[in-house]
């Protein structure tokens, strides 16, 4: 399983770095301690942790491209693709499908949640090196998952602003992927843990990526 993940790398939070034909793609890059510049940069939303302009300049060059919702882009610079949930497009030769992602049960105060639905966050199923990868965004476990189809999924397990590990257990059993990789934990929200409990639990396999330092 760790061949299937094996140019996915963690850098800590949402954030990763992925390689794969022949590019370099960037998905809520936020914290970086360095790093090859990028060719393709997804963000999920507006939220600091995930859309860091700081982060975005340290790997963007003039044939950068972004893709987000407009939240976002208003706080990057131009061009930036911007999407909604539902909308499918390629960039950099990679097919992207931008899908919902939103809680239903955690909440900033009574009747306000962290991610609400209109909002139009989303996650991301991008397919690299012939294999579909989800990431989800900052969610919950939500009815759109049984209809997604992934080979990698990247499921926050963390609790409190999104799914807990056991909220995941039931993400990763409605999607089905080959493998599951945990996210969403360290930097005071979540642990490894957090992490292991859902590789314990988990009905598919789980790789839990150490943080690249």
């Known amino acids: 399983m760790k061949e299937l993940v094996s140019n996915i790398h963690w850098l800590g939070h949402d954030s990763f770095r992925i390689e794969g034909d022949g590019l370099v793609i960037y998905i809520d890059p936020w914290k970086l301690k360095g790093g ?13 942790d995930h859309c860091s302009p700081p982060d975005v300049a340290q790997v963007l060059t ?37 899908v919902p992602a939103y809680n239903v049960n955690k909440f900033r105060s009574p ?31 939500i009815p759109e998952m049984s209809s997604i189809e992934a080979d990698i ?25 080959q493998v599951a990789i945990p996210m969403h934990v360290g930097g005071g ?15 598919v396999p789980v790789v839990v990526l150490s943080l690249e330092s």
């Open 62 to 98: 003039d044939d950068t491209v972004i893709v987000t919702i407009q939240a976002a882009a208003d706080m990057l610079p131009d061009p930036v693709l911007v999407v909604k949930p539902g909308d499918e497009l390629t960039a950099k030769g990679i097919p992207i499908k931008a």
């Open 189 to 203: 929200i979540g642990s490894l843990a957090d992490a292991d409990r859902f590789k314990q639990a988990a009905a």
């Open 36 to 48: 090859p510049k990028a060719d393709l940069i997804l963000i999920t939303h507006d939220h600091h």
């Open 111 to 141: 009747g306000a949640l962290f991610h609400p639905p209109e909002a139009g966050h989303v996650g991301f199923i991008l397919t690299v090196d012939g294999r579909r990868i989800y990431h989800t965004g900052d969610t919950d476990c």
């Open 153 to 177: 999924a990247l499921l926050p397990v963390s609790g409190t602003y999104v799914m807990t590990a056991e909220e995941a257990v039931e993400a990763a059993a409605a999607i089905q992927p």
